[in-house]
C-alpha cells in the first residue's frame, strides 16, 4: 500500500466555499467540492483508495526531475513548475472563482469548478492524467460516461462531476480515466473538472484558460482592498490570504482547517473533524481579520457568530458551530485507513457538546473589539446576547470545564478558562452603558473579582514557580501564556515572567517550539506565537522578533502552516492549512510592530 504524502507537500486552494489540497507529486488528493464541510470527491489525503486527480510528467519524482511552485501573488492559485530530462512545463492549479467577481464578491457563487492549465516551457514533455473520483469520502465508485464533446461524466449517489480537456479526447476506463499526451514549449491545454448534484442543476461549463486568468484577477482585486503596514508584510499578508481561502463567504464563518482527521501523531487516535467555525478562536481571528484585512471581514464573521448562537438559555453555548451555524455536528466514523495508519477518521465533531467556559468571553471580546462600529447604545438582539453571556459566566464560572484543549477526559478547573471568565466580566463591565437598564456592572464586577482570586490563589503553583494548566495542578501548560493577552496580568509582573521562563524551559525546544504539556507529543505553533506576544509585552522585542522568525520558518515552500511540528523531524502535523497557526503569526507580526496594541 502507497505512503501518503508528507502534509507540507500540499498546497492549498480555495474559492471561498471549498478547498483542495495539491502535491508536488501534481495529484489533487483532497477536495470537497460541495462546501468545506462537506464530502469528498478526492480523499487519497486520508486513504490511497479514495479518489485523486494526478496531471504530472511522466516518471516525475525520477532521475533529473526537479519541481518548483509558488502562488500567484496575493493570490491562492498554484503554480508549479516540474522540470524534467525533456523539458520543463507548468501545471496551473485554481479552483473557479466566479465570472465578475471583485473584491467582497469573492466565493460567494463559487461554481464548484476545478482549472489545471498545463504550459510547456521547454523541450517536449510526455504528460500522464490519472483522473479516479470517489465520492462520498472513497465509499462510492462512479460509473464513467464519455461524452460528444470528449469529455467524461462520472456519477455515482448524489455526485455529478464532468471532466473536459482541451484538445484531447478522453476515453472512459472502468473507474478512472487514464491519458498520455505530450506538451511543447509554448503549448496550452486547460483542463476543468466541473461539480454539479445529481438532481440539480447540471455541472458549469467553463473556458479553463479563460476562467484562471478570471480568477486570478478576482484574487488580485480581493487583496488590493485589503491593507496592512506593519512588519512582516509578505508573511502577514500570505496569512491573510489563507484566511480569506477558508472563510466560506457565503455566511463570513473562517473554517479552523481544511481537512479532518490529520493526525497530531503519526500512528496515533488524535485525529479530529476541524471543517467548522470555533467560538473560542473567535477573538483572535477578529484580531487577525481586522489588522491584515479589513473590517468587513471582521464584521461579517461576527454577525454570523451572534446569528448561529441565537438566543441564549441555560445550556452552554457551543464552541463550534456548521459553516452556516448548524448546531448539531454530531461525529461518527469513517471508513477509511486514514493518514498513515492514522486512526480513526473522524467526520462531524463532539467538542460541540462540551462546556467550555471560555466561549461567552471570546464573544465579548469580539464585542468589546467592533464596539465602536456597534453604536453607543445596544439594542434588540446584540443586547440580549451580551446581557445572556455575562449572566452566563457569572452563573457558571465556578464549574469546571474541558477546557480549550477540549480534552475528552473528566472535566477539570482549568486556569485558561477562569481567566477568560475574569476577561469576559471584566469587558461586560466596560460595556455596561450601552446595555441598559439590566445591566449591573457593580455586581459584575465583584464576580470578575472573585474570579481573579482565584486564579491568583488557586492557579498559581508556589512550588515550581509558575501558573499552571488547572487549579491545584503542579502541570505546566502553555496555555498559561494567555494571562498577559487577555490583560489579566503584564507580562513584566513576576510570577508571570516565571511562568514563561518555566514554559519555555520545560515546554520548549532550542528551534522556538512550544508543547502545550510535558507529554504533547509535538510543537503546537500557536503556543510559540503567544510566546512571541508575551516577549514583546515584557520589553524584550529582539528575543521576541528571533523567536518569531524561526517560528515562522515552520512554514512550508509556499507559507502554509498546519496545526503542529513534529520535534524529531520538523514535518508538519495536524489538519491543514490552520486558520490558528495563521492567526497567531498575523497577530505576533502586528504585537512586534505596535507593543501596547489591543
Given at each position: 500500500?502507497?505512503?501518503?504524502?508528507?502534509?507540507?507537500?500540499?498546497?492549498?486552494?480555495?474559492?471561498?466555499?471549498?478547498?483542495?489540497?495539491?502535491?508536488?507529486?501534481?495529484?489533487?488528493?483532497?477536495?470537497?467540492?460541495?462546501?468545506?464541510?462537506?464530502?469528498?470527491?478526492?480523499?487519497?489525503?486520508?486513504?490511497?483508495?479514495?479518489?485523486?486527480?494526478?496531471?504530472?510528467?511522466?516518471?516525475?519524482?525520477?532521475?533529473?526531475?526537479?519541481?518548483?511552485?509558488?502562488?500567484?501573488?496575493?493570490?491562492?492559485?498554484?503554480?508549479?513548475?516540474?522540470?524534467?530530462?525533456?523539458?520543463?512545463?507548468?501545471?496551473?492549479?485554481?479552483?473557479?472563482?466566479?465570472?465578475?467577481?471583485?473584491?467582497?464578491?469573492?466565493?460567494?457563487?463559487?461554481?464548484?469548478?476545478?482549472?489545471?492549465?498545463?504550459?510547456?516551457?521547454?523541450?517536449?514533455?510526455?504528460?500522464?492524467?490519472?483522473?479516479?473520483?470517489?465520492?462520498?469520502?472513497?465509499?462510492?465508485?462512479?460509473?464513467?460516461?464519455?461524452?460528444?464533446?470528449?469529455?467524461?461524466?462520472?456519477?455515482?449517489?448524489?455526485?455529478?462531476?464532468?471532466?473536459?480537456?482541451?484538445?484531447?479526447?478522453?476515453?472512459?476506463?472502468?473507474?478512472?480515466?487514464?491519458?498520455?499526451?505530450?506538451?511543447?514549449?509554448?503549448?496550452?491545454?486547460?483542463?476543468?473538472?466541473?461539480?454539479?448534484?445529481?438532481?440539480?442543476?447540471p455541472p458549469a461549463r467553463l473556458d479553463p484558460v479563460a476562467t484562471l486568468a478570471e480568477t486570478v484577477r478576482a484574487w488580485e482585486a480581493y487583496r488590493e482592498s485589503h491593507r496592512y503596514s506593519g512588519r512582516y508584510p509578505d508573511l502577514v499578508r500570505q496569512s491573510a490570504t489563507v484566511l480569506t481561502g477558508?472563510?466560506?463567504?457565503?455566511?463570513?464563518?473562517?473554517?479552523?482547517?481544511?481537512?479532518?482527521?490529520?493526525?497530531?501523531?503519526?500512528?496515533?487516535?488524535?485525529?479530529?473533524?476541524?471543517?467548522?467555525?470555533?467560538?473560542?478562536?473567535?477573538?483572535?481571528?477578529?484580531?487577525?481579520?481586522?489588522?491584515?484585512?479589513?473590517?468587513?471581514?471582521?464584521?461579517?464573521?461576527?454577525?454570523?457568530?451572534?446569528?448561529?448562537?441565537?438566543?441564549?438559555?441555560?445550556?452552554?453555548?457551543?464552541?463550534?458551530?456548521?459553516?452556516?451555524?448548524?448546531?448539531?455536528?454530531?461525529?461518527?466514523?469513517?471508513?477509511?485507513?486514514?493518514?498513515?495508519?492514522?486512526?480513526?477518521?473522524?467526520?462531524?465533531?463532539?467538542?460541540?457538546?462540551?462546556?467550555?467556559?471560555?466561549?461567552?468571553?471570546e464573544v465579548i471580546s469580539a464585542v468589546w473589539q467592533l464596539r465602536d462600529y456597534l453604536g453607543a447604545t445596544f439594542e434588540g438582539e446584540l443586547q440580549e446576547m451580551v446581557l445572556g453571556l455575562t449572566e452566563q459566566v457569572v452563573a457558571t464560572w465556578q464549574l469546571p470545564d474541558r477546557g480549550m484543549w477540549?480534552?475528552?477526559?473528566?472535566?477539570?478547573?482549568?486556569?485558561?478558562?477562569?481567566?477568560i471568565c475574569w476577561q469576559t466580566l471584566d469587558l461586560a463591565v466596560g460595556l455596561a452603558d450601552r446595555l441598559g437598564e439590566r445591566a449591573e456592572p457593580r455586581r459584575w464586577a465583584g464576580v470578575r473579582d472573585e474570579i481573579r482570586d482565584a486564579v491568583l490563589r488557586e492557579g498559581w503553583n508556589d512550588r515550581?514557580?509558575?501558573?499552571?494548566?488547572?487549579?491545584?495542578?503542579?502541570?505546566?501548560?502553555?496555555?498559561?501564556?494567555?494571562?498577559?493577552?487577555?490583560?489579566?496580568?503584564?507580562?513584566?509582573?513576576?510570577?508571570?515572567?516565571?511562568?514563561?521562563?518555566?514554559?519555555?524551559?520545560?515546554?520548549?525546544?532550542?528551534?522556538?517550539?512550544?508543547?502545550?504539556?510535558?507529554?504533547?507529543?509535538?510543537?503546537?505553533?500557536?503556543?510559540?506565537?503567544?510566546?512571541?506576544?508575551?516577549?514583546?509585552?515584557?520589553?524584550?522585542?529582539?528575543?521576541?522578533?528571533?523567536?518569531?522568525?524561526?517560528?515562522?520558518?515552520?512554514?512550508?515552500?509556499?507559507?502554509?502552516?498546519?496545526?503542529?511540528?513534529?520535534?524529531?523531524?520538523?514535518?508538519?502535523?495536524?489538519?491543514?492549512?490552520?486558520?490558528?497557526?495563521?492567526?497567531?503569526?498575523?497577530?505576533?507580526?502586528?504585537?512586534?510592530?505596535?507593543?501596547?496594541?489591543?
Open positions: 500500500m502507497e505512503q501518503q504524502p508528507a502534509i507540507s507537500d500540499y498546497g492549498f486552494l480555495s474559492d471561498s466555499r471549498s478547498g483542495a489540497l495539491v502535491g508536488k507529486d501534481g495529484s489533487i488528493d483532497w477536495w470537497c467540492p460541495h462546501r468545506f464541510d462537506g464530502a469528498s470527491v478526492f480523499g487519497r489525503l486520508l486513504d490511497p483508495r479514495a479518489g485523486h486527480f494526478r496531471l504530472a510528467p511522466v516518471g516525475v519524482g525520477g532521475p533529473g526531475c526537479r519541481v518548483e511552485r509558488a502562488y500567484r501573488p496575493d493570490t491562492l492559485v498554484l503554480r508549479t513548475v516540474h522540470h524534467t530530462p525533456h523539458g520543463s512545463v507548468a501545471v496551473t492549479d485554481a479552483l473557479a472563482a466566479q465570472v465578475g467577481a471583485r473584491a467582497h464578491e469573492l466565493g460567494m457563487n463559487s461554481p464548484a469548478v476545478l482549472i489545471r492549465v498545463v504550459e510547456g516551457l521547454s523541450g517536449r514533455v510526455r504528460m500522464a492524467l490519472d483522473f479516479a473520483p470517489r465520492p462520498e469520502y472513497g465509499l462510492l465508485t462512479p460509473y464513467l460516461h464519455e461524452q460528444p464533446d470528449g469529455g467524461v461524466l462520472a456519477g455515482a449517489g448524489p455526485v455529478v462531476l464532468v471532466l473536459h480537456a482541451d484538445g484531447l479526447r478522453l476515453r472512459a476506463g472502468i473507474d478512472r480515466v487514464t491519458h498520455e499526451f505530450e506538451v511543447s514549449a509554448g503549448q496550452v491545454v486547460g483542463m476543468d473538472v466541473a461539480f454539479g448534484a445529481a438532481y440539480g442543476d477558508l472563510t466560506y463567504a457565503r455566511s463570513g464563518a473562517v473554517a479552523a482547517a481544511l481537512t479532518t482527521s490529520l493526525p497530531e501523531r503519526i500512528g496515533g487516535d488524535r485525529n479530529y473533524d476541524y471543517r467548522y467555525s470555533w467560538l473560542r478562536d473567535f477573538s483572535l481571528t477578529m484580531r487577525a481579520l481586522w489588522v491584515a484585512a479589513c473590517p468587513d471581514e471582521a464584521s461579517r464573521l461576527f454577525a454570523w457568530a451572534t446569528r448561529s448562537i441565537g438566543r441564549i438559555g441555560d445550556d452552554p453555548v457551543p464552541v463550534l458551530f456548521g459553516l452556516e451555524g448548524e448546531r448539531d455536528i454530531s461525529e461518527h466514523h469513517c471508513r477509511l485507513r486514514g493518514y498513515r495508519d492514522s486512526r480513526p477518521v473522524r467526520i462531524g465533531n463532539d467538542a460541540w457538546l462540551q462546556r467550555q467556559l471560555d466561549v461567552p468571553g477540549e480534552t475528552r477526559g473528566e472535566e477539570r478547573h482549568y486556569l485558561s478558562s477562569k481567566v515550581i514557580g509558575a501558573f499552571t494548566g488547572a487549579f491545584g495542578s503542579a502541570e505546566l501548560d502553555a496555555s498559561a501564556l494567555i494571562l498577559p493577552v487577555a490583560h489579566f496580568l503584564p507580562a513584566t509582573d513576576p510570577r508571570m515572567r516565571s511562568t514563561m521562563a518555566m514554559v519555555e524551559r520545560e515546554l520548549g525546544t532550542d528551534d522556538g517550539l512550544l508543547r502545550r504539556w510535558s507529554t504533547d507529543p509535538a510543537g503546537f505553533l500557536m503556543c510559540s506565537f503567544w510566546l512571541v506576544e508575551c516577549l514583546v509585552m515584557a520589553g524584550e522585542s529582539q528575543r521576541a522578533e528571533a523567536l518569531f522568525e524561526r517560528v515562522a520558518g515552520y512554514a512550508n515552500d509556499v507559507g502554509l502552516f498546519s496545526e503542529q511540528i513534529d520535534l524529531r523531524t520538523g514535518d508538519q502535523l495536524g489538519n491543514t492549512p490552520q486558520a490558528l497557526s495563521h492567526v497567531g503569526l498575523i497577530n505576533a507580526a502586528w504585537r512586534l510592530t505596535e507593543p501596547d496594541s489591543y
